[in-house]
């Protein structure tokens, strides 16, 4: 995600807003700059190191804001990296977060005469605000951000008033570090710490108005706050990982906060449509499709396949989903009426880009649905959807993969709908799709029932996950997972599949996780269960709330709360997901870094 950093003190600006800066770095950025009063704006693209080398000893301000950005509105560039400056070119803004009535406000500033160099709603945010500013800058901001819809966590400064910076927030983290000799402000406190530990956060709707020996703390209607500094008791590392003992689980975690940024802006409840301004371009041709192939490697292969059941089922799409590293050498096929998507969080997966040019070669229309803004598959493919997880850190993916099954809902929704889907159908889902985040925030309230059960299942050396229809690349998903972060052999299969040969493996040293929520082949299931029981194999069974049934045949049982059929597998992943995560952790395993596992497998 994207880092904030400020100062304003006695000391040179420059060098403390770049090791702010690099303190950040963990968080993943594409693109990073700088705004020092008198010296005007220095941004680069890539690492620090390449904003660093630009930075002369001449710029000897002593305040100054800084942003690490990672690009969700625009592709990685200079243009679009913070800070941004208003008309005036004398206001800078340095941004996170998301200004969703951004092309409304572009639109009415438009009109005004005021021009954009950017594809950024932050540079809509920074013009706006010198609109409004007549003197007094927390005065333009305070306006302007009652105008705004969205989130977000700033800094603005003006060129002429190098002694004050004003912070606001509203859905995303700003907090205050209160020096001895100078004030510092960040979006993560872990990037004060060399500083000092005494900060303040502002909570939503607050702002700050920063000096070199003072703050206030208001409301958005002006009232001044009184807040005193806590003293943060953390070292750096574990500020980085906000409490969590590794970012694996920090990322578990933070699944409903990525679906309400997967969503957001994205679903018109009312009228049960999904906006994906990626795909506006091609919808006509989406919708006459005569078959979709979706090409992605491991997990981004896995959500492709539950993609594929939801495209199927409620958009009566044929589909097929293929490997990056087969795609790319087979016999292609396809007529024109054939498209391919490709599905990736790096953007980079060397196999999946190859399938990608492959298909571009055959003139196909290629599609992507890609985590990383501006990466090589985002850029080559001819339309597509960001998914807006942010970084993910953990080699494994837990929280990209949450983020791609909830694109493809949205998807299905929007391809559906063209293709006849009722209004009333389609709100169905996409309502309870809004509701997902507080569901999955409210089930991931309370998982020590997980962690107990992890403990039982980390002594076996080998396990077998499980399911049927969009819960089959769940069972391989949960499979993968294990195999990454805990080492132990696990195999996955369509429940249905297993008297045909793989049931011969099991006993009661063999474990099988089993996937069975109360959906339309809970029975179909249950009896595969009852297959694995009778060969003695211990059960464990993710299941609905309320399944009294489930207990007779499964030792034990991970409960799950129900959703509409086409969501329930985004809940059903994260149990195993934590499953995965808590057996490595009592394996004594580094599951942020498994062995032999690079994070972006940018080779054949
Ligand atoms: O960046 P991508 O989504 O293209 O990466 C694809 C796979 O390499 C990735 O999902 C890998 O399987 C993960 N380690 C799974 O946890």
Redesign the pocket.
């Known amino acids: 995600m994207c880092g904030i950093f400020g100062y304003v003190g006695k000391k040179p600006a420059a060098p403390i807003l770049i090791e702010g800066l690099k303190t950040l770095e963990y968080r993943g950025y594409d693109s990073a700059g700088i705004f020092v009063p008198g010296f005007g704006v220095v941004k680069s693209v890539g690492p620090i190191a390449n904003l660093e080398k630009k930075i002369t000893s001449d710029i000897k301000g002593d305040s100054g804001i800084a942003h690490t950005r990672w690009a969700t509105h625009g592709p990685p560039t200079e243009l679009n990296a913070h800070p941004h400056l208003d008309m005036s070119g004398s206001v800078a803004l340095v941004h996170n977060g998301i200004i969703e009535n951004f092309r409304e406000l572009k639109e009415s500033l438009v009109v005004q005469g005021v021009t954009f160099k950017s594809d950024t709603d932050t540079e809509v945010l920074i013009k706006l605000i010198g609109s409004l500013y007549a003197g007094n800058l927390y005065e333009a901001v305070k306006n302007a951000l009652k105008r705004v819809r969205g989130t977000y966590g700033i800094l603005v400064q003006d060129e002429h008033r190098p002694d004050v910076i004003v912070a606001a927030r509203m859905g995303s983290p700003i907090v205050l570090g209160v020096g001895a000799d100078g004030n510092f402000v960040s979006s993560d406190p872990s990037a004060l710490l060399t500083h000092t530990k005494k900060v303040i956060y502002l909570n939503d709707g607050e702002c700050a108005v920063i000096k070199k020996d003072s703050y206030e703390i208001l409301n958005l209607a002006g009232k001044k706050l009184q807040k005193n500094p806590e003293t943060v008791e953390w070292d750096l590392e574990s500020v980085q990982k906000q409490g969590y003992e590794h970012f694996m689980l920090k990322e578990i975690f933070e699944a409903g906060e990525v679906i309400e940024s997967t969503i957001r802006g994205r679903l018109i409840l009312e009228k049960g449509k999904v906006r994906l301004g990626g795909m506006d371009a091609v919808l006509p041709k989406l919708a006459s499709l005569n078959r979709l192939v979706i090409v992605?490697?491991?997990?981004?292969y896995y959500a492709g396949q539950v993609g594929r059941c939801m495209l199927e089922e409620y958009a009566g799409l044929p589909v097929e989903v293929e490997l990056g590293s087969e795609y790319r050498y087979k016999r292609n096929l396809s007529d024109k009426k054939t498209a391919v998507l490709a599905?990736?969080?790096?953007?980079?997966?060397a196999d999946?880009l190859a399938s990608l040019r492959s298909a571009k070669k055959l003139d196909l229309l290629t599609l992507g649905i890609v985590n990383v803004v501006g990466s090589t598959i985002a850029r080559e493919t001819d339309a597509g959807v960001y998914n807006h997880a942010g970084p993910e850190v953990a080699?494994?993916?837990t929280k990209?993969f949450i983020s791609q099954l909830v694109v493809f809902a949205m998807l299905t929704v929007l391809i559906a709908r063209e293709k006849g889907m009722s209004q009333a159908e389609a709100k169905k889902i996409l309502d309870e799709l809004n509701a997902l985040p507080s569901v999955i925030k409210k089930y991931l309230s309370d998982t020590k029932d997980i962690k107990k059960i992890a403990k039982k299942y980390s002594g076996y050396k080998n396990a077998m996950y499980i399911g049927r229809k969009f819960h089959a690349p769940i069972a391989s998903e949960g499979s993968?997972?294990l195999k990454?972060v805990t080492y132990i052999h696990a195999e996955a299969f369509a429940g249905g599949e297993l008297k045909h040969g793989s049931i011969a493996l099991l006993d009661k040293d063999f474990p099988v996780i089993a996937i069975a929520p109360k959906d339309d082949v809970y029975e179909k299931m249950i009896s595969n269960i009852e297959e694995v029981k009778a060969r003695s194999a211990p059960i464990l069974a993710i299941a609905t709330e309320g399944d009294s049934h489930i207990t007779d045949v499964a030792d034990d049982v991970i409960f799950i709360p129900k959703v509409h059929p086409i969501l329930q597998p985004i809940v059903s992943t994260i149990p195993l997901q934590l499953l995965a995560y808590y057996v490595g952790v009592e394996k004594g395993l580094n599951v942020d870094r498994p062995r032999n596992?690079a994070k972006?497998?940018t080779v054949e």
């Open positions: 992605g490697c491991g997990s981004a599905v990736t969080q790096s953007g980079e997966t999946t080699v494994a993916s990209a993968l997972k990454e596992l972006s497998v």
